[in-house]
């Protein structure tokens, strides 16, 4: 039997209703991401025995001695320092050369341009490359070095594709009439172009310095000296070591945190559009 | 690689493109692509982690150990499955927690920019800073969960007890769901408001609105976020080494491939591991993601047909 399709809006709740509906389960689900940060911040505030006593509770005696102890019992500032290293120097590494392939690819510029732009695009499929890129990089004795693990970074298909999309949309008619103007090659790509795609940039530029922030697994496979850790493996390490102390632990987290925090707040609206850019026209 | 036609200086400098090219391109396939594809070659050899011991070549007694031998082989095959599951629960719960939270945040609401925010910033923290956080979240004694747990009269070691994988689950919707949030928004924001007010005037009500107009005129948003999920947690298995460590019954292919290859501790990597098998097992995870996502990829392909024809 069909029953009679019913309106079930009632009239002044109309707009009220489905609104309330929606706080309450937008609040609910934000208390699952909420409370995991409070926690965090609430432990580092505590110390040790107030924690093992009640970990949940607010601190009783809220101090920073946790993000002291925390920077100096596992060489905080050295984890910190390489992993501004690994990050700053391969993602300008990386922008500097990806901007120089993506240009030439997007305006046709070199021979085989569609076949160099679809071998970017076939890696997004391919397996990992996690066994034979240690053994090249064992092969190279760049095991355990600096140069070795910052070379692993300067490869980032999607963000290249990203790059060649948006220039796409400058107008080639730019190029013509600059170097009628006697513009050089170089220069109109650094001086011209990079002005024009700097919305393209910065997004590359952030998710790429994101993912090198937040390594763990290439951190752990290749670097096997204390005094070459980045913050992810040094505090795996100091987890392991001291597990149990979870307020200085906390603190860790927390330094580890935020930069990328500060990042996410200015430079928000360039992360998400790198993410759904190409995911709206399909 | 010959230079083609560019506008820039004399021609001398036809060929700077080419060259100012050639850098980035040789990382790519050195780094990237190159041992992408190695992956296939190694995966029938009996290649170690340790310098100068020769590799040779031993057919497919990899793949033959890897899925038919003895106990480990059983193991294996579990673990197969055991990503079919994660695959299954987390594609399924992310796309439709992911259109829930789109659909919520579509509307004109206060504060919705905040919850955009916070849903989404998880993805920017990584694995280190969400296990840890969750580890800390979940803590078995006084723990948050656990009190909350407590008040309902309910027990539970979390990620020390038999439950440990379907927390893990948890935390990995609970740290990519932004991803699936912010690209369905994206779509939403892309359809034409006239095609809302076409549907009021024909006396559509709010579910009708969302089957007729939002869902079909979502098709290229409801394909990524559905391939990348599918691929995505196939391939996820970092979450397991930060929240669980290496426990046998809880791993995924993906951290199979890495604890053959590179050990089953997040320690050094002194001794012979076995990373021709581990290349065999990465083949096999390959193989998996490229069935599943070509299966993936036909099944939207006719959705989009459908509706966009």
Redesign the interface.
């Known amino acids: 039997m069909k029953l009679p399709r019913v309106?079930?809006?009632v009239p002044g709740l109309g707009r009220a209703g489905?609104?309330a509906a929606?706080?309450v389960?937008?609040l609910a689900?934000?208390a699952?991401?909420?409370?995991?940060?409070l926690?965090?911040v609430g432990?580092s505030l505590k110390q040790l025995p107030e924690f093992f006593k009640?970990?949940?509770g607010l601190p009783p005696n809220p101090s920073f001695d946790n993000f002291t102890k925390a920077w100096s019992l596992a060489n905080f500032p050295g984890y910190a320092l390489n992993s501004v290293i690994y990050t700053v120097v391969a993602t300008s590494l990386f922008v500097v050369?990806?901007v120089?392939?993506a240009?030439?690819?997007a305006?046709?510029?070199?021979?085989?341009?569609g076949a160099?732009l679809a071998?970017?695009v076939?890696?997004l499929?391919?397996?990992?490359?996690?066994?034979?890129?240690?053994?090249?990089i064992?092969?190279l004795g760049l095991?355990n070095s600096r140069p070795g693990y910052i070379?692993?970074f300067?490869?980032n298909?999607i963000g290249?594709i990203i790059l060649v999309n948006y220039i796409k949309s400058v107008p080639v008619e730019l190029?013509?009439s600059?170097?009628?103007d006697g513009?050089?090659?170089?220069r109109?790509i650094f001086s011209v172009l990079l002005p024009l795609i700097r919305p393209a940039v910065a997004t590359v530029t952030v998710l790429h310095a994101?993912g090198i922030?937040?390594?763990?697994?290439l951190a752990?496979?290749y670097l096997?000296n204390d005094d070459l850790y980045p913050i992810?493996r040094g505090?795996?390490?100091f987890?392991?070591v001291y597990g149990s102390d979870?307020p200085a632990?906390?603190a860790a987290?927390l330094m580890?945190?935020l930069p990328?925090l500060v990042?996410?707040v200015f430079l928000?609206r360039y992360?998400?559009s790198g993410?759904?850019s190409?995911?709206?026209?399909? | 690689m010959i230079a083609g036609r560019h506008p820039f200086g004399s021609s001398a400098g036809r060929s700077l493109p080419a060259l100012l090219l050639v850098p980035g391109v040789f990382c790519y396939l050195l780094i990237g692509v190159g041992p992408s594809l190695a992956t296939a070659f190694y995966a029938f050899t009996d290649a170690t982690g340790i310098r100068g011991i020769p590799i040779r070549w031993i057919g497919f007694d990899n793949f033959d150990e890897f899925l038919f031998q003895g106990r480990a082989s059983r193991d294996n095959l579990a673990a197969l499955r055991r990503t079919l599951t994660f695959c299954l629960v987390v594609t399924t719960v992310q796309f439709g927690l992911g259109l829930l939270l789109a659909v919520l945040l579509n509307q004109r609401l206060a504060g919705r920019t905040i919850f955009r925010t916070l849903f989404f910033l998880p993805v920017i923290l990584g694995v280190v800073v969400q296990g840890l956080m969750w580890k800390l979240f979940l803590l078995p004694r006084g723990g948050p969960m656990a009190t909350l747990f407590g008040w309902i009269g309910q027990e539970s070691e979390f990620l020390g007890g038999p439950q440990a994988f379907m927390w893990v689950i948890v935390v990995q919707v609970w740290a990519n769901v932004g991803i699936t949030m912010v690209i369905f928004l994206a779509g939403m924001q892309a359809i034409p408001e006239e095609l809302y007010h076409a549907a009021q005037v024909d006396g559509a009500g709010r579910w009708q609105q969302f089957r007729n107009v939002t869902w079909p005129q979502l098709t290229p948003a409801v394909n990524t976020n559905f391939l990348l999920n599918v691929i995505g947690s196939l391939q996820a298995w970092q979450l397991f080494l930060v929240l669980i460590g290496y426990r046998p019954g809880t791993q995924v292919l993906g951290y199979l491939v890495y604890a053959e290859g590179f050990g089953r501790t997040s320690g050094a990597v002194t001794t012979a591991f076995r990373q021709g098998y581990a290349a065999a097992a990465s083949i096999v995870l390959f193989l998996l993601v490229l069935v599943l996502g070509m299966t993936a990829h036909v099944a939207v392909g006719r959705r989009e047909r459908r509706y966009l024809a």
């Open positions: 309106n079930l809006r489905p609104k929606s706080y389960i937008l689900f934000a699952l991401y909420v409370g995991p940060i926690m965090l432990t009640d970990p949940t050369m990806a120089l392939v240009f030439p690819i305006r046709r510029y070199v021979r085989g341009s160099l071998l970017y076939v890696a499929f391919l397996p990992p490359a996690l066994i034979p890129q240690f053994q090249l064992l092969s095991y070379l692993l300067l490869v298909p290249l190029d013509q600059a170097a009628v513009c050089g090659y170089l109109f994101i922030w937040n390594e763990l697994i752990t496979i096997t992810t505090l795996i390490v987890e392991g979870w632990l906390a987290v580890l945190m990328m990042l996410f928000q992360i998400i993410l759904t190409g995911a709206v026209k399909g």
